[in-house]
């Protein structure tokens, strides 16, 4: 969020299991422009592997809510 106030382009990135809370924090902030991408949940045990897998997944979306 910080970011974004400074004017510059950001994403947040968050597991799947947040997403109500990512969403509730947007509004509260008063940021419902803020873009945020949310990876498949869990990544808390995955392993580098998947975790490069699960980055892989959401590259595509994080790029385009920097550029859109």
Request: net charge negative; glycine share 8%.
């Amino acid at each position: 969020m910080w970011f974004e106030i400074q004017g510059l382009p950001a994403v947040s990135i968050a597991s799947s299991e947040f997403a109500e809370a990512a969403e509730a924090q947007r509004k509260m902030l008063g940021m419902e422009g803020a873009r945020y991408v949310l990876v498949d949940h869990p990544i808390q045990d995955a392993t580098d592997d998947e975790m490069r897998g699960k980055a892989r997944a959401v590259l595509e979306a994080v790029i385009a809510a920097l550029t859109g």
